[in-house]
């Protein structure tokens, strides 16, 4: 019955909502919503504005009704670890309850999240407007019938691309390799930036591989008189845990531990003081300091890089920046040396930055060769122009999958809802007003809001606190999901739907988070 109701209440609003001009969506599909999931109940003090992009959706605050976790978490927790691994569990969560931006555990808990999922949540748990896509033949179609998409793709695959995923490409990138995951785009672009770099060396594409070629391959071997490549990255990056992708990774050692790695280079990543504007010579100087390294490395080392990955912020290493000059110039010396630039937007693209991609800042003339995205697109794949960068031959860069129809679709969904509500320029103007809320806190507690960072660049902002495991873990208390980063920082990583009605909610917390250490 429940099914049902949502079919007939959810017909037609994804089409209605790619047209519509309005920024709410029919009452009758929230309606639908509500309906799914009856038992939803909140309670809250704060204040009962509704939101502007969905009526009557999301709670009017968080409820915290027990410690974090609570009873029945502890006992679903329990029951889990006997088959699988909750070592790692930050909050057990009942999704069918959470809604909006708001996260909900099994205790009646609900919290405020500025974390979703590590900032994979576009627009919401559920959104009315991909639960109607989710109800599409379409999507029905993509589930139960998943293709192998590079040797089974369905008709209609073009077209779910080029009104999907090739809606957005960034500048100068028109074709798209599909994957799973945010590590499988990165592995799948280093694997086509080395196949790139020997077609180049061998003469192009026409020229085929000889006999000692293929056979010292067999062996894992280079042939005679060539030399192994390797992927330029970054200290404190982070780009995946699959063997190529962790070989690029340099956030924490618990991550490489025990795993074998190929010997290649790291740069220094510019280590920025704040706040900038104070420091504005120090930090031109040390990211001279840092491409003068990336050049060195690349003219020098010992396995000469066929790329250079880097992420627009290092999000996992600590949220560090830097200028857009500083990307600039690192683009000019990968064009100068004829090395790849690959721009990891696994966690920074679609709209967290003010911009639909965090590059956009940076102005570039030229684009990046490779742009990999994952997270908030709910899909994943690497964007690039150049058509040398498709293999020669066909089975080269392949696997049963290559990516996913039904993600592809949900992906096409979301940002029919970012253009329709006009998402990216609306966390652009939010960002700039929580920043102003953060930075007044800072000047009010000496020391809890260090190094604040991100400003300009949408609700993507972090700061530095002394006793950061603790303010993660009191955050709950007070009703709020946060994450860090790095040794010492706090994350925000707020969905596209944050207003600055949650910035006030989330600022009044973290105040009385920094008051609770007194």
């Known amino acids: 019955m429940a099914s049902r ?41 704060t204040s009962k504005m509704a939101s502007s992009f969905y009526d009557n959706w999301e709670p009017e605050g968080p409820t915290v009704k027990t410690e974090i976790p609570g009873p029945k978490a ?3 927790i329990k029951e889990l670890h006997e088959v699988f691994d909750t070592r790692s569990l930050n909050m ?40 109607d896509a989710a109800l599409s033949s379409a999507m029905v179609n993509g589930i139960i019938n998943r293709p192998a998409l590079g040797n089974f793709p369905p008709t209609d695959w073009a077209s779910t691309l ?9 500048k100068g990138l028109d074709q798209v390799f599909t994957a799973m995951a945010g590590s499988d785009a990165n592995e799948t672009a280093y694997k086509a930036a080395f196949m790139w770099r020997r077609q180049k060396e061998r003469g192009g594409a026409h020229v085929d591989f000889t006999v000692e070629e293929m056979e010292s391959a ?44 190929f010997d290649w280079p790291q ?48 999000s996992e290493g600590g949220d560090n920046h830097a200028s857009p000059a500083f990307f600039r110039g690192l683009r000019a010396i990968t064009r100068k040396h004829d090395v790849l630039l690959i721009v990891d937007e696994v966690q920074t693209g679609v709209g967290a930055t003010g911009k639909f991609w965090a590059h956009d800042h940076w102005d570039l003339q030229d684009p990046p060769d490779m742009v990999t995205f994952s997270k908030k697109a709910q899909t994943a794949g690497y964007y690039f122009g150049n058509p040398e960068l498709r293999p020669n031959k066909p089975y080269r860069q392949f696997n049963t999958w290559m990516g996913d129809p039904a993600r592809a679709l949900l992906f096409k969904a979301i940002i029919g809802e970012i253009e329709r509500l006009g998402l990216v320029e609306h966390t652009a103007k939010v960002g700039d007003y929580l920043y102003g809320k953060l930075e007044a806190l800072g000047e009010k507690y000496p020391g809890q809001f260090a190094n604040l960072r991100g400003k300009g660049q949408g609700t993507f902002i972090a700061f530095d606190n002394p006793r950061r495991d603790e303010f993660l873990a009191r955050a709950k ?29 989330l600022v009044d917390a973290l105040e009385k988070v920094v008051k609770s250490f007194k």
């Open 5 to 45: 109701l949502l079919r007939n209440s959810y017909t037609g609003s994804l089409r209605a909502a790619s047209t519509a001009a309005s920024t709410t969506v029919r009452p009758a599909a929230v309606s639908a919503v509500h309906q799914f999931s009856a038992r939803r109940q909140f309670s809250a003090s």
């Open 74 to 76: 502890k006992e679903a």
């Open 92 to 131: 057990l969560t009942d999704y069918q309850k959470s809604v909006g931006n708001y996260i909900a555990d099994p205790d009646g808990n609900v919290l405020l999240d500025v974390y979703a999922q590590i900032a994979s949540i576009p627009i919401g748990y559920n959104n009315p407007v991909l639960h």
């Open 162 to 170: 080029k009104t999907g995923i090739l809606k957005v490409a960034p």
């Open 218 to 261: 067999m062996v894992n071997q280079v042939p005679a008189g060539s030399k192994p490549l390797s992927i330029l990255s970054f200290k404190t990056g982070f780009h995946g845990r699959l063997f190529g992708s962790l070989s690029t990774t340099r956030s924490k050692p618990i991550h490489k531990l025990d795993i074998p790695a």
């Open 267 to 314: 740069a220094t990543f510019p280590a920025l003081k704040y706040p900038l504007e104070q420091h504005a010579e120090e930090n031109a100087a040390a990211e001279k300091a840092a491409l003068d390294e990336v050049e060195h490395l690349i003219t020098s080392y010992h396995v000469p890089p066929a790329a250079v990955v880097v992420e627009p912020i290092q």
């Open 477 to 505: 208390k007070f009703g709020v999901n946060i994450g860090g980063s790095g040794q010492s920082a706090v994350r925000l990583r707020p969905m596209l739907i944050f207003q600055e009605k949650h910035a006030d909610i």
